[in-house]
Structure formats: C-alpha cells, structure tokens
C-alpha cells in the first residue's frame, strides 16, 4: 500500500508538471502570435495594386523591413516632381533607418497617365494646389494617401498613432498637404525644401517663379495669421491635436526661394500656437543653422550652401546616409527628421 501511495504522489507529480509544462508553452505561444503580425514577415520592397478605391488614382509602394513587428510606425514618403517611388528610400535614407528603427514605409507615385498634355498634373508632382486633392474631405490625391495609410494598418497591424510624413520639393508641398488636411492622421512631418501649403490655388501660380510668386517666390506677402488661416481651412473646424513639423531647405536653391522656409514656419507656428521668435539657435554642422519653436513642435533646418538637393551625410554612423557625390553632402536629413518623430526609441 505504501508502495502504490508513493506510486501515485509520483503519477500526480507528472501530471502535474505536464500541465505546468503546458501552460507555459502556451503562454509562450500566444505571447508570439499578439507581439508578431504580418508585418514581421518581411516584404521588403513592392507595389499594392489594390489597397481602397484611389480616387486620387496614384500608386502605391511600400517597404516593410524583417525588423518590423506587429505595432510598427508608418513613414509615408513622397517624391519630387518627375521622380518616382522606386529608390527613394535608399537615395535618401529613409530604408536604413526603417530596417534599424523597425518602421514601415509607405510611397506614394504620380502616375503617368495624370501627366501631360490633357492630363490633370504636369511634371508627374503632387497636386498640392487643386481644393480636390488637398482637402479633408475632398475626394483626390490626400485621399488615396490616406487609403494607404488604412492598408498597412488593416494588413500589417500599423500603430495609428504612430504615422509620419516626409517628402521631397513637389513632395514637400504633399506632405504639407497631409498634415494640414488629415492632423487626425499624421503625428508628424518632415518637409524637404518644399511649399507651403495653400501657397497657390492654381496650377500656373504654383510654378510660377516670380519675384512675389505666392509659392517660391523671394518676398512673404502673407502675415502669420494669413497663412495659418490656409491650414485651418483645410480642415475647417478641426479641434484635435496638430501634428509637430520639421523644415528643411537650401539656402542656395535655385528653384524654391529660401523664403518658402519663413512661409512654412509662419504658418505652423500660428496653428500651433508657438511664438515666432525661436526658443533656440544651434549649429549642428557647417553652415547649418537649426532653430526650435515653441517646445519643439517646429524645427527648421537651413543648410546655407544646399540647392535643390537631399540633404546627406555618407558614412558608416548611424547618423550617416546617402552616397558621396548624390545630394548635398551636410547631414543626413532622414536620421534627423526620424529623431523628431521619435523613431529612434
């Protein structure tokens, strides 16, 4: 009897351990199915052909890195005028820091078909200027970016509250256009010498390169409150949080007055609340002058001898990006701009 006692303390023992075994692995288990979502797979580079009903009719590309997780940040990335989406992750640095930091990226394209002589957008840019495609409840461009935006969270787990927009010249201008027309959307945004946003409402005074042209042209004709009144109205009535923004520009570019620099900053500033004069000057390298608004809900960047050029500094650093010989060689703007989005954490 005794023998068959401790028999079964031991046969409870296993059973119990099993259990306990089991528990545990399963625990295991699902701890990796809630912290791993589609996005971990890795899809690196590629087109979505279907990703809503586009009733702005561009392309949509993404990047997804093997570091990116369930939860991951989205960093919506447009090209200049002319350009397209294929490299521009890499000629700018933006991949490096999604495969390091774990983001996503999204980049919309111009298509062809929108371009030319009866096509609604010349020089394959962003329509930053017409009411459809820039507005929060027009049915254009801003629209299918947003669309974008709603794929990576419904298909790879996106945070919503944690999506960003940069952009380049012509894509400078589109991600003015974002965060003015979906602040509900966009936490932030980095713009790269681009425009202001409702500096024109045509396309003719968008490319205009006169001397008092509304949007590169040398001379602000606008007070503060002039431009700030722009962002509001595209978004009449919107009583959220604003998103922060970053501004970059050359002080030698030919093609977008510097100026366009002081319209930007006037106009968030305003929006924002912040006083127009900055809370602090720094020098983070050679003939760049940093300035900080507010608490930090606008920075600007002028690089004095940049022209119409990504900012980069090639290397091997974390900081570093970009290829000797491509782009204004000063630093790189992508790390910078995904410090201020506070990717790096």
């Known amino acids: 009897m005794a023998f068959l006692s401790v028999a079964g303390a031991v046969s409870r023992f296993i059973v119990l351990r099993s259990l306990t075994v089991l528990v545990a692995f399963t625990a295991l288990l699902a701890s990796v199915v809630l912290t791993a979502g589609p996005a971990r797979a890795g899809t690196g580079f590629h087109e979505v052909p279907n990703f809503g009903s586009n009733p702005g009719n561009l392309r949509m590309f993404a990047y997804v890195p093997q570091s990116a997780v369930s939860g991951a940040p989205v960093v919506v990335l447009f090209h200049g005028c002319g350009g397209s989406a294929q490299d521009l992750d890499v000629t700018t640095g933006w991949r490096k820091?999604?495969?390091?930091?774990?983001?996503?990226?999204?980049?919309?394209?111009?298509?062809?078909?929108?371009?030319?002589?009866?096509?609604?957008?010349?020089?394959?840019?962003?329509?930053?200027?017409?009411?459809v495609d820039r507005t929060h409840d027009g049915q254009g461009e801003a629209r299918s970016v947003v669309q974008m935006v709603d794929h990576m969270k419904e298909n790879y787990a996106a945070d919503a509250?944690?999506?960003?927009?940069?952009?380049?010249?012509?894509?400078?201008?589109?991600?003015?256009?974002?965060?003015?027309?979906?602040?509900?959307?966009?936490?932030?945004?980095?713009v790269f010498f681009g425009m202001a946003y409702g500096c024109a409402d045509t396309e003719d005074e968008y490319f205009n390169t006169g001397l008092f042209a509304p949007c590169p042209g040398r001379f602000n004709t606008l007070t503060p409150r002039q431009w700030g009144d722009k962002i509001r109205s595209a978004y009449p009535g919107?009583?959220?949080?604003?998103?922060?923004?970053?501004?970059?520009?050359?002080?030698?570019?030919?093609?977008?007055?510097?100026?366009?620099?002081?319209?930007?900053?006037d106009g968030w500033t305003e929006v924002l609340g912040l006083s127009p004069t900055p809370a602090s000057t720094s020098f983070p390298a050679l003939g760049v002058t940093k300035q900080v608004y507010g608490g930090g809900q606008v920075e600007t960047y002028l690089v004095s001898s940049m022209g119409h050029e990504v900012p980069v500094d090639p290397g091997t650093g974390i900081d570093n990006c970009g290829t000797v010989g491509q782009g204004h060689d000063s630093l790189c703007g992508a790390y910078y701009a995904a410090q201020f989005f506070g990717l790096d954490d």
Not at 114 to 129: E, Q, R, T, Y
Not at 165 to 183: D, Q
Not at 241 to 248: A, D, G, H, M, N
């Open 238 to 265: 919107y009583g959220g949080v604003r998103p922060r923004v970053q501004i970059w520009h050359g002080g030698s570019d030919p093609l977008i007055n510097r100026n366009s620099l002081e319209k930007q900053r």
């Open 161 to 190: 509250a944690q999506v960003y927009v940069s952009g380049y010249s012509g894509g400078g201008a589109a991600t003015n256009v974002m965060l003015a027309a979906h602040p509900d959307v966009f936490k932030a945004g980095a």
């Open 97 to 131: 820091y999604a495969d390091t930091y774990g983001f996503t990226l999204v980049l919309p394209e111009q298509k062809e078909e929108n371009v030319g002589s009866g096509g609604l957008v010349p020089h394959k840019c962003f329509s930053a200027w017409n009411p």
